[in-house]
């Protein structure tokens, strides 16, 4: 298949960065179509272990072209950052590391706005404060975006920063409230240090459009990468409680410049159970012993932030709503290996709401109030004692296992391909 997509069913940490890995071999090009820092991605290779937050999970594999595609924001120290990592790894990003000349830029003071935002709110996202809101609010307002290629040129990007510090620093001092400490920025010193980045930026940046569109004339394989989940796209997720970018296939067409048509097969990943970073409803939600179980077992604590996760049981209907707006064609089921042990587990098969003193079920809600009031109707499944952490076929789990997959699939109505019980990359089951 020319076009595949690996995209997140949940509030992301699904372990999507495993599945990717796993099929980058069977492609050319690797390509991250949204997102920014505030992703991580967290691949076992071998005897190491790489977290990644900007930087494609295909960059592992020196054959393939890993792509930072136009819709991505792009902090260059962090880049630099997991580019030394990977040196000082023995692992080479030379040719095959390509970062788009259209994707926008993170300054410093995208992040004090977003700081500056979040305490005059009250913390009310909860974001990573990494800038990657401010920076796509410049992007879609025109006036204060600075691109990729504009830090190639230094008389370019002196003079968009000239215009756009003192404007910046206008907005961080309303901001500021409550006695709040600001830090204001000089456009020189600016230009002075991003013009650095900018000639380490210089030999991995192209227009990418025309080198993917290059590729599929050349009959290759493309390989999407989704940054955060299918729940927190800014258009068909828990909005407010969402991302600032299209985190389900729908921005691949404009994150990469690869029309739509062209995607031939879309992998949903789900998690056995559901977590959630930051603010938002979460129906299943567990605020007792099991989910702190299943936090420490899982290890649930954010790849970028540290923060620890939210737990809750796997929310079925949420699944299947995402399946259906990302056109998932199957769906990878992971961290399986984290419910062993618990003697009955729970699926959210639907829900509802009390409304005029009665008890009504409904769907999947649009409405982030109603969602919020939403309460779980679930179905108890057998769990398992069995360590399946060597299973390597799915008559090597335990029945309660296969039954709790079967059901999964079911529900979500797609057909389960991928099974992880394991971090390495060989603790996977391919159906």
């Given at each position: 298949?020319?076009?595949t997509c690996?995209?997140?069913?949940q509030?992301?940490?699904?372990?999507?960065?495993k599945?990717?890995d796993?099929?980058?071999?069977?492609?050319d090009?690797v390509?991250?179509?949204?997102?920014?820092?505030n992703?991580?991605?967290?691949?076992?290779w071998g005897?190491?272990?790489?977290?990644?937050?900007?930087?494609p999970t295909?960059?592992?594999h020196e054959r393939v072209?890993?792509?930072?595609?136009n819709?991505?924001?792009?902090y260059?120290?962090?880049?630099?950052?997991?580019?030394?990592?990977l040196?000082?790894?023995?692992?080479?990003?030379?040719?095959?590391?390509?970062v788009?000349?259209h994707?926008?830029?993170?300054?410093?003071?995208?992040?004090?706005e977003?700081?500056?935002?979040?305490?005059?709110?009250?913390s009310?996202?909860?974001?990573?404060?990494?800038?990657?809101?401010?920076?796509y609010?410049?992007?879609v307002?025109?006036?204060?975006g600075i691109?990729?290629?504009?830090?190639?040129?230094?008389?370019t990007?002196?003079?968009?920063?000239?215009?756009i510090?003192?404007?910046k620093?206008?907005?961080?001092?309303?901001l500021a409230?409550?006695?709040?400490?600001?830090r204001f920025f000089?456009a020189?010193?600016?230009?002075?240090?991003?013009?650095?980045?900018?000639e380490?930026?210089?030999?991995?940046?192209?227009?990418?459009t025309?080198?993917l569109?290059r590729a599929l004339q050349?009959?290759?394989?493309l390989?999407?990468?989704?940054?955060?989940?299918s729940l927190?796209?800014?258009?068909?997720g828990?909005?407010?409680?969402?991302t600032?970018?299209?985190s389900?296939p729908?921005g691949?067409?404009s994150?990469s410049g690869?029309?739509?048509?062209?995607?031939d097969?879309?992998?949903?990943?789900?998690?056995?159970?559901t977590?959630?970073v930051?603010?938002?409803?979460?129906?299943?939600?567990?605020?007792d012993?099991?989910?702190?179980?299943?936090?420490?077992?899982?290890?649930?604590y954010?790849?970028v932030?540290g923060?620890?996760?939210r737990?809750?049981?796997?929310?079925?209907?949420a699944?299947?709503?995402?399946?259906?707006?990302?056109?998932?064609?199957?769906?990878?089921?992971t961290?399986?290996?984290?419910?062993?042990?618990l003697?009955?587990?729970?699926?959210c098969t639907?829900?509802q709401?009390e409304?005029?003193g009665?008890k009504?079920?409904?769907?999947?809600?649009s409405?982030?109030?109603?969602?919020?009031?939403?309460?779980?109707i679930?179905?108890?499944?057998?769990?398992?004692?069995?360590?399946v952490?060597?299973?390597?076929?799915?008559?090597d789990?335990?029945a309660?296992?296969?039954?709790?997959?079967?059901?999964i699939?079911?529900?979500?109505q797609?057909?389960?391909?991928?099974?992880?019980v394991?971090?390495?990359?060989e603790q996977t089951?391919?159906?």
């Amino acid at each position: 298949m020319a076009c595949t997509c690996v995209v997140g069913l949940q509030w992301g940490d699904e372990a999507k960065g495993k599945i990717v890995d796993l099929l980058t071999a069977e492609h050319d090009y690797v390509v991250r179509y949204n997102g920014g820092a505030n992703a991580g991605h967290t691949v076992v290779w071998g005897p190491r272990i790489f977290k990644f937050s900007l930087l494609p999970t295909g960059i592992l594999h020196e054959r393939v072209h890993a792509v930072i595609g136009n819709g991505v924001v792009v902090y260059p120290p962090r880049f630099r950052e997991e580019v030394e990592q990977l040196r000082a790894a023995g692992v080479s990003a030379g040719d095959n590391l390509i970062v788009s000349d259209h994707a926008h830029v993170i300054f410093p003071y995208h992040m004090e706005e977003g700081r500056l935002s979040e305490e005059e709110n009250g913390s009310a996202l909860g974001t990573t404060g990494r800038g990657i809101g401010p920076c796509y609010q410049d992007k879609v307002g025109r006036v204060c975006g600075i691109r990729v290629g504009d830090l190639l040129d230094e008389t370019t990007l002196r003079d968009r920063l000239n215009a756009i510090v003192p404007r910046k620093n206008r907005i961080l001092q309303a901001l500021a409230t409550n006695g709040s400490t600001v830090r204001f920025f000089e456009a020189e010193t600016l230009a002075a240090e991003y013009r650095g980045y900018g000639e380490y930026l210089r030999p991995y940046v192209t227009d990418t459009t025309h080198l993917l569109h290059r590729a599929l004339q050349g009959n290759k394989r493309l390989l999407f990468e989704a940054a955060q989940g299918s729940l927190l796209d800014v258009d068909h997720g828990t909005y407010p409680y969402v991302t600032s970018s299209n985190s389900s296939p729908a921005g691949i067409w404009s994150g990469s410049g690869v029309p739509a048509r062209r995607l031939d097969r879309v992998i949903g990943v789900i998690k056995a159970y559901t977590t959630r970073v930051g603010r938002g409803p979460f129906p299943t939600e567990l605020n007792d012993s099991i989910g702190e179980r299943i936090r420490r077992t899982g290890r649930e604590y954010g790849t970028v932030t540290g923060r620890p996760r939210r737990v809750g049981w796997l929310d079925a209907v949420a699944g299947r709503y995402t399946a259906l707006i990302t056109g998932a064609d199957e769906i990878a089921v992971t961290l399986l290996d984290v419910l062993s042990g618990l003697p009955e587990l729970s699926i959210c098969t639907g829900y509802q709401v009390e409304e005029s003193g009665r008890k009504v079920p409904i769907d999947y809600p649009s409405d982030p109030k109603r969602f919020a009031r939403c309460r779980p109707i679930f179905e108890r499944l057998p769990g398992w004692t069995e360590n399946v952490s060597n299973a390597r076929r799915l008559a090597d789990l335990p029945a309660a296992a296969r039954r709790y997959l079967d059901r999964i699939s079911e529900l979500v109505q797609k057909s389960v391909t991928f099974v992880s019980v394991g971090a390495d990359r060989e603790q996977t089951i391919r159906s």
